[in-house]
Each structure stands twice: as C-alpha cells, then as structure tokens.
C-alpha cells in the first residue's frame, strides 16, 4: 500500500520506518498505523515558493492515491513552522513567477484542506501568513510554546481572499474572525489556545507529533469513505467557491502583490527582517 513511500528504508526498530527524502519535503509512513509525517524543509523559515509549495502537493496527492491514515505536518526548522508565501518571490516580482506561485498555493489548499484522511499540523514553531494557511488546512492544531501564529495579511496590505477566510471561520468564532484578519493579528501560543486557533499546547517538538498521533488514533474506528463524504459535505462549499473562480482569485493577489503601496512596505517590511540581526 505505501510502497512508494519505500525507495529509502531505514531500521525497522524506528517507529516512522519507511521515508522517502526530497530536498524540500520529507515523508515518514508509520508502517504500523499508515500515518505520515511530513516534514517542511526549506531552511532557514520554511518560506513558500513555488517549488515547495509543488513538493508538498504531490506529497499530498500520493499519500491520498496510496490510501494514508493520517498526515502530520511538521518542519524541519528548530523554531519555525513555517514563515508564510517567501516575501522575495512576492516583492518586485517576476509576474509570470507571482501567477505560478498563487496558482500553486491554491492547488495546494484545495488538496490539503480537502484530504479524505485526518490531517494535523505538528507547530514547532511560528507559523505566519501562508504558515498558518496550511495549519488551518489541517483538521487539528498542536503548537509548542513562546510561538506565533496568524495571518498579517492586512497589515502587508494584501486582503485575505475568500478561501483563506472560509479556512479561519472553520475553525474560530465569527467574532474571533472578524478580529484577527482585520487587525492582521499574530497570537502567542497561549492566545492562539484561547481563542481555538490552536487546539492544544506540547511541550516540545517530539510531543507536538505524539498528540497529533493521538488525534489521528481517534478515527481508527471511523470508516474512510464516510470520513472523506462528511469531510466533503462540511468543506466542499469553499472548496468548489475557489475552483469556480480560480482566475478572480488569481487576478485578485496578483493586482494586491502589484499595488504601488504594497511594494513599498514589503521592501521595509524585508529590510526589517534583515536589521533584526545587526
Ligand atoms: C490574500 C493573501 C492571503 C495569504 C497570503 C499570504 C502571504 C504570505 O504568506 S506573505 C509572508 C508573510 N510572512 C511573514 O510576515 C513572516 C515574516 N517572518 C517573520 O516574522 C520571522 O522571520 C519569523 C517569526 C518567522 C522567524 O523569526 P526569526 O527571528 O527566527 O528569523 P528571522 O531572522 O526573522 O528570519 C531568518 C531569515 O529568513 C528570512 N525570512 C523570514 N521570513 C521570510 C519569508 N516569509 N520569506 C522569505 N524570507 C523570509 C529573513 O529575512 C531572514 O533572512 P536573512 O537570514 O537573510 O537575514
């Protein structure tokens, strides 16, 4: 059954014992219970381009050809899950390059948030922007502590569109919603708990993937195909609202990306990023 997954065997006393490696996204199938960790690795924040972006689609899509049980999304990064879209593809951009990144990250969600098999998100770390897309594309959230989550969309000056939105209101209260994207808001570990946006606290990375595991043990009783029906049934509606406007969408964050100001507080934004460390 994950025979693909096997290229690469290592020691069957590891409990994740069969791997494949790419450059970007590493794959551990559980041989036991069919769980899958999937670990980002684009150092040195996990940022997305479209190449990683790629990597972890087609992870997605095999581990859903080869009938997975369960997914776990974690990082190779010691403290970060993943920094969001990578700024450097998104200012000054290439506009061939700025579609291609977009048309990636929604072919990514419409597969991550629409897995037929359960799906957690392992935060090791910060997860912001896009990091905290693909978190809430998960069905359940551990994260450790001292670390962010959010989408600061707004305050780039770019507004989430609708599926980003749809992906917050499936997990957080209206108001919550409402509070969070319009303030462009990042949560500490504690708040994000507070507010549901995370499910529950690990003390650490080994932990984050135990409690994921745990979450993933609750559906062994469930049937697959009725998991992936009902899991159609509560999500399908955002999911087909993104398929049947695809181009709008895309037309959307391009003319957002391009804005004269948005361009102008991403070169600060990235000079911010550069100075922390002088
Ligand atoms: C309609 C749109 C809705 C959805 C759109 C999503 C758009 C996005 O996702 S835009 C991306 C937004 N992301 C962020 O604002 C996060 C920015 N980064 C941070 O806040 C911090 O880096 C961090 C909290 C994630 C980590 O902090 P830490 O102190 O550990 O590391 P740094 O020194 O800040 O970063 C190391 C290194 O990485 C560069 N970098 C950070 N984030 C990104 C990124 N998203 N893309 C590309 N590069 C990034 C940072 O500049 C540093 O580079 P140098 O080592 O060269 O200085």
Same mark, same amino acid.
């Given at each position: 059954?994950?025979?693909?997954?096997? !290229?690469r065997?290592?020691?069957?006393c590891? #409990? %994740?014992?069969?791997q494949?490696t790419?450059?970007?996204?590493?794959?551990?199938?559980? /041989?036991?219970?069919?769980?899958?960790?999937?670990?980002?690795n684009?150092?040195?924040?996990?940022? +997305?381009?479209v &190449?990683?972006?790629?990597?972890? /689609?087609?992870?997605?899509?095999?581990?859903?050809?080869?009938?997975?049980?369960g997914?776990?999304?974690?990082?190779?990064?010691?403290?970060?899950?993943?920094a969001? +879209?990578d700024?450097?593809?998104?200012y000054?951009?290439d506009?061939?390059? $700025?579609?291609?990144?977009?048309?990636?990250?929604?072919d990514l969600?419409i597969?991550?948030y629409? &897995?037929s098999?359960?799906?957690?998100? &392992?935060?090791?770390?910060?997860?912001?922007?896009?990091?905290?897309?693909? #978190?809430?594309?998960? *069905?359940?959230?551990?994260?450790?502590?001292?670390s962010?989550?959010g989408?600061?969309?707004?305050?780039?000056?770019?507004?989430?569109?609708?599926w980003?939105? #749809?992906?917050?209101?499936?997990?957080l209260?209206? !108001?919550?919603?409402? +509070?969070?994207?319009?303030?462009?808001?990042? %949560?500490?570990t504690?708040? #994000?708990?507070?507010?549901?946006?995370? *499910?529950?606290? &690990?003390? *650490?990375? *080994?932990e984050?993937?135990?409690?994921?595991?745990?979450?993933?043990a609750?559906?062994?009783r469930v049937?697959s +195909?009725a998991?992936?029906?009902?899991k159609?049934? $509560?999500?399908?509606?955002?999911?087909s /609202?993104?398929?049947?406007?695809?181009?709008?969408?895309l037309?959307?964050?391009?003319?957002?990306?391009?804005?004269?100001?948005?361009?102008?507080?991403?070169?600060?934004?990235?000079?911010?990023?550069?100075s922390?460390?002088?």
């Amino acid at each position: 059954m994950i025979s693909f997954l096997m !290229r690469r065997t290592i020691p069957r006393c590891r #409990a %994740y014992s069969s791997q494949t490696t790419s450059e970007l996204t590493k794959v551990e199938v559980n /041989e036991k219970t069919g769980v899958a960790v999937v670990t980002l690795n684009r150092p040195p924040v996990n940022g +997305l381009n479209v &190449a990683a972006l790629r990597s972890l /689609e087609k992870v997605i899509g095999d581990l859903e050809t080869n009938k997975c049980k369960g997914l776990i999304l974690s990082s190779s990064s010691k403290n970060i899950f993943c920094a969001g +879209l990578d700024l450097t593809e998104i200012y000054k951009p290439d506009q061939e390059k $700025l579609k291609s990144l977009w048309t990636a990250f929604q072919d990514l969600w419409i597969k991550l948030y629409g &897995a037929s098999f359960p799906t957690t998100a &392992a935060l090791n770390g910060h997860a912001i922007a896009g990091g905290c897309v693909l #978190a809430l594309s998960c *069905d359940y959230r551990v994260m450790v502590p001292n670390s962010s989550i959010g989408l600061n969309e707004t305050e780039l000056g770019i507004s989430p569109t609708a599926w980003i939105i #749809a992906s917050m209101q499936n997990v957080l209260s209206k !108001r919550s919603v409402e +509070l969070a994207l319009l303030q462009g808001r990042i %949560y500490k570990t504690n708040q #994000a708990l507070e507010i549901g946006l995370i *499910d529950e606290i &690990a003390n *650490d990375k *080994d932990e984050t993937i135990k409690k994921c595991e745990e979450f993933i043990a609750k559906y062994s009783r469930v049937q697959s +195909l009725a998991f992936s029906l009902t899991k159609r049934e $509560l999500r399908g509606k955002a999911i087909s /609202e993104l398929t049947s406007n695809r181009q709008g969408d895309l037309q959307f964050f391009v003319d957002s990306i391009n804005n004269p100001s948005v361009q102008k507080f991403l070169e600060k934004y990235l000079q911010s990023l550069k100075s922390k460390k002088n």
